[in-house]
């Protein structure tokens, strides 16, 4: 990283040896890779490349043309929006509602409730993940046993493919929500008691203080928390990973876990590179989406 | 592993065992980013007083296999061996990346479907020389099926170590009550059995458990039909023909008649619960069942459990079934293989593979260990026994696992999509065809040199 010197030569010196540290670690560690991954998706890096190097075909966009025409591909990207579009919105407005909840005025013992839904979040999803299968078992798990005391058939959780990525959305709220929780009490706590006893005194009823004071001035939170929510939730692995490994019948397959299948169990390093790559775009164009809509909302 | 009081003797055996290792790291290192020219600095030489060998083991065997290292210790007193044990679920990706890092050890145990895969890699050492001489290890002494899972052409690659098959664990007591005293022969007779258990056992059981996320079943059953899977040279799938759809459909009807339920795995949460409870009759399985059923079963069903070999789909001869297991195999980047060696034969004579067996519980891949144990005479192992005589490989392509995913996830999508035979058969083999075009390319490039 021996860049060389712009114009004003000393200033331009000393400001690239103090990035250079930072330099080279983000770019030792973080583009150089990124790179490399780039390339990666471009070849067919596999099993036999790793015996001999000379087995490697730059294939150019064929690994990106094979996915998408992979039926795999598309049911993995169609689960990945499932769980974002459905567990991301459930996951912030549970968070808000907590927040809400903990930090409303007539509650007592607001740090141990704190505490309390903060928990899930610490806890290793492993242990975790047990104790919901559990949970959700078709026969003696306590879900189907309440869904049977009020009159309602069992329902196979994990074992339906119809159910198992609403059980895994629901596993992944209760995960996750004590984190944004956090973030959203700190934001109602910067709202100033003046604007709710201003808006009392003009009568406004709780909801309309909720809507007209709560919300616009946790603007920012609740965009950063949807943000993260949103990257954090496209890329889904753990959760099915370890309930139920992808299945059944593939409706619990993320593009994470697919990337791993591809990469780890199968070694088809190229094709899975070009999964990562989609899996950015897919990001990035929310992200992008995400912004337009904001500033629509604003203007 | 050495104690804190070692000897000066040992310390400096452990320096110069070391030393080396520090500079596979740094070769490692050094291929991963692209260059790779310093491999020949790396040869220090090792006087060869006391070898130390290193032996990759997984899982419960990674752990018992410790107790019958002191005594070859004994006998071999210039050999030191360091065991790793590795989970079960980690093996393979450690010896592929052990690989890629030129870190692979002296030997180790291998599942014996990658041996095709470590051969290609060139991972592993040819035995031939070594097995042609033995006195311990002959191929003759082995279930011919599962040696044969360790050779590619000619050249051995593994020694198997234990075995694995499957065959059907089924409830005595309710094949009775269906008026059955013994497991049927035939795929006809044998259906005809499931439908009468299905009808004793009535709404909400099932005459038997064959779960829809494992690979086994529809690979076993196209097998039997005569289905080779692959074309010989393994180059093509051969899943739409005739003798693979009969195997398909008569598995496929299993569900669809609801002889067996349309569950995987994960989704029966205690399988030896439900077998006890009489949930269903039967249940195609793997050994160590035999010790997981003396375990869990009650006590007062201990008599009603037996096991019996695969129906064949018609005539006399029993069905086949897989050859599973592991094996031990020497990696050729090691330099100490005559050492190696010698641990493979003491692990393969007869009396420790009895040990062995009584260690783990898995079954013993020398049949003359067979006999000594008791366990060719055993009625609950008896069917592995007969079973392991009639066992096939799968096809010997490092892609078979992937391959076998697509094919119980075909047969899922028809049991529970209800996706027409014909159009998972024909997507099947074009996905196969695509999974295999690597290595059709490298065929052909090999063909053209």
């Given at each position: 990283m021996t860049a060389k010197a712009p114009s004003s030569a000393e200033q331009g010196g000393s400001a690239w040896l103090f990035l250079a540290p930072a330099l080279l670690l983000i770019g030792g560690f973080f583009f150089l890779p990124v790179a490399a991954s780039l390339l990666l998706s471009f070849t067919d890096f596999d099993i036999y490349a790793i015996a001999d190097p000379a087995n490697v075909r730059l294939l150019g966009l064929r690994n990106y043309s094979e996915l998408l025409a992979s039926p795999m591909f598309w049911t993995a990207l169609k689960n990945t929006f499932y769980f974002v579009l459905v567990g991301g919105p459930l996951t912030v407005a549970v968070s808000l509602g907590a927040a809400l909840l903990v930090n409303a005025?007539?509650?007592?013992?607001k740090s141990f409730f704190r505490t309390l839904y903060f928990a899930p979040f610490v806890t290793t999803l492993v242990a975790v993940a047990i104790v919901w299968r559990y949970l959700y078992h078709p026969e003696y798990g306590l879900l189907n046993y309440a869904l049977g005391a009020a009159g309602i058939d069992p329902v196979d959780w994990l074992g339906d493919p119809r159910w198992a990525m609403p059980a895994i959305i629901l596993l992944a709220v209760w995960k996750n929500f004590g984190y944004h929780m956090l973030i959203f009490i700190a934001g109602l706590q910067a709202i100033p008691e003046e604007l709710y006893e201003a808006a009392y005194l003009d009568g406004a009823g709780p909801w309309h203080r909720f809507r007209h004071v709560t919300l616009p001035m946790l603007g920012p939170t609740l965009v950063f928390v949807g943000l993260i929510t949103m990257i954090g939730f496209f890329q889904l692995f753990a959760e099915p990973y370890v309930m139920t490994q992808g299945g059944p019948l593939r409706s619990t397959t993320s593009l994470v876990l697919l990337m791993y299948e591809e990469g780890f169990r199968w070694w088809r390093m190229g094709y899975a590179a070009a999964v990562a790559f989609v899996l950015f775009l897919v990001i990035l164009a929310a992200m992008l989406i995400g912004r337009r809509v904001r500033r629509e909302e604003v203007a | 592993m050495i104690p804190h009081g070692s000897t000066e003797g040992a310390e400096g055996t452990r320096q110069q065992v070391r030393l080396p290792r520090a500079f596979r790291v740094f070769r490692a290192s050094v291929w991963n980013l692209g260059t790779a020219t310093i491999a020949a600095c790396a040869h220090p030489d090792t006087p060869d007083q006391t070898v130390t060998l290193r032996l990759w083991a997984f899982g419960r065997e990674g752990e018992e296999v410790q107790q019958l290292i002191p005594e070859f210790e004994r006998q071999h007193p210039g050999i030191r061996v360091r065991v790793q044990q590795i989970p079960w679920i980690a093996a393979h990706e450690k010896l592929l990346t052990a690989y890629v890092g030129d870190a692979t050890p002296d030997l180790a145990q291998i599942g014996n479907t990658w041996i095709p895969e470590f051969a290609v890699l060139g991972a592993l050492q040819p035995l031939n020389a070594w097995v042609d001489r033995s006195e311990v290890v002959d191929s003759a002494a082995y279930f011919g099926g599962i040696w044969n899972t360790n050779t590619i052409g000619d050249t051995v690659f593994g020694v198997p170590w234990y075995v694995d098959t499957r065959v059907i664990f089924y409830r005595r007591d309710i094949l009775a009550r269906a008026g059955y005293r013994e497991m049927p022969r035939t795929w006809a007779e044998w259906r005809r059995a499931l439908e009468a258990v299905k009808r004793v056992q009535g709404p909400g059981r099932y005459a038997i458990f064959l779960p829809t996320n494992e690979w086994a079943q529809p690979y076993v059953f196209g097998m039997q039909a005569g289905s080779t899977l692959l074309d010989s040279a393994g180059r093509h799938g051969t899943f739409s023909d005739s003798a693979f759809r009969r195997a398909f459909d008569f598995y496929v009807g299993l569900f669809e008649s609801g002889l067996a339920p349309a569950l995987g795995n994960v989704e029966i949460a205690n399988v030896y619960q439900e077998f006890a409870r009489g949930r269903f009759a039967m249940w195609i399985t793997g050994p160590w069942n035999l010790g997981e059923f003396r375990k869990r079963i009650p006590p007062d069903l201990q008599d009603d459990w037996s096991t019996a070999p695969l129906p064949a789909p018609s005539g006399d001869s029993a069905g086949v079934s897989i050859a599973g297991g592991a094996s031990l195999a020497l990696f050729r980047a090691s330099r100490h293989k005559d050492a190696a060696w010698r641990l493979v034969e003491f692990l393969s004579a007869r009396e420790r593979q009895e040990r062995f067996y009584r260690l783990t519980g898995d079954l013993p891949a020398r049949t003359d260990a067979w006999k000594a144990t008791g366990l060719a005479d055993d009625p609950q192992a008896r069917a592995f026994w007969l079973q392991l005589h009639r066992v096939q490989p799968v096809p010997k392509v490092p892609e078979v696992e992937l391959i076998a995913t697509r094919v119980f996830e075909s047969a899922e999508q028809v049991i529970r999509g209800g996706r027409p035979a014909e159009a998972a058969l024909a997507a099947l083999d074009r996905d196969v065809d695509r999974i295999l075009e690597k290595r059709r390319w490298m065929l052909d490039r090999e063909a053209a040199r």
């Open positions: 005025r007539l509650v007592r013992f | -």
